[in-house]
């Protein structure tokens, strides 16, 4: 059985400043793990995935993620936040056959 | 990159109509789809999971002979949702799983929006 859970449905935060996503995972297997955004009335766009490797991973639009096994986690962050960073960000788990996606994170970005 | 086509974007249809969403890989071969639902401010439901040429998978509440998914060739997936009502309301997306990626290859279409009146 595999799982996600991010922790806070809303983030705030001024433009400029650092965004951080909270996500943790439960897997019975070693994990896929991914971070996608989503704009009001589109799909889904990959940011970034962890498969193998390394577990600092680097992703589109400034965003990265690292991958730490011993607290089964899989946050998200941003240096410095942008108005076009407002969006609806989903973290998910995959254990080979199909996804499982969190709550997902409103992000809005304060002027 | 890969990319995946979902159309329509949006259609309103009359309760007790059918309706037909269309899923395409455009540039490479989907062996599996996979079928979401979307309420407003909540997650991805996975409704089901279609490999191509066989029948789909649902999953446990979704009723299969209300949500029909056929998988007929590798670029092609659709969804017809039939008799429609209100409570059928709802943000449909697909994903495209890339033939031999295993879980490298998710991708999404742009969602249509159903509404029934």
């Known amino acids: 059985a595999q799982s996600v859970t991010q922790l806070g449905s809303h983030v705030s935060v001024s433009e400029g400043a650092l965004v951080l996503l909270r996500c943790n995972y439960s897997?019975?297997?070693?994990?896929?793990l991914f971070w996608y955004v989503q704009y009001p009335n589109q799909g889904l766009q990959l940011l970034l995935k962890y498969t193998t490797g390394a577990t600092l991973v680097k992703g589109i639009n400034g965003f990265e993620a690292e991958f730490k096994k011993s607290d089964t986690s899989f946050h998200l962050t941003k240096p410095s936040a942008h108005m076009s960073d407002a969006a609806e960000y989903f973290c998910?788990?995959?254990?080979?056959?199909?996804?499982?996606f969190g709550a997902g994170t409103t992000v809005t970005v304060r002027a | 990159g890969a990319v995946v086509s979902q159309h329509p974007s949006w259609v309103i249809c009359k309760s007790g109509t059918s309706v037909k969403i269309e899923c395409r890989s455009l540039?490479?071969?989907?062996?599996?789809m996979f079928w979401y639902r979307q309420f407003p401010k909540q997650s991805l439901m996975l409704m089901a999971t279609?490999?191509?040429?066989?029948?789909?998978?649902?999953e446990q509440g979704v009723e299969k002979d209300k949500f029909l998914i056929n998988h007929a060739s590798l670029t092609l997936s659709t969804l017809t949702v039939t008799s429609a009502h209100p409570e059928d309301s709802s943000f449909y997306i697909c994903?495209?799983?890339?033939?031999?990626?295993?879980?490298?290859?998710?991708?999404f279409g742009s969602g249509t929006r159903l509404t029934v009146v």
């Open positions: 279609s490999n191509e040429g066989s029948k789909a998978t649902y």
């Open positions: 998910a788990v995959s254990d080979d056959y199909k996804l499982s």
């Open positions: 897997s019975s297997v070693p994990p896929y």
């Open positions: 540039d490479f071969q989907a062996t599996t």
């Open positions: 994903s495209a799983r890339e033939a031999g990626q295993r879980t490298h290859g998710y991708t």
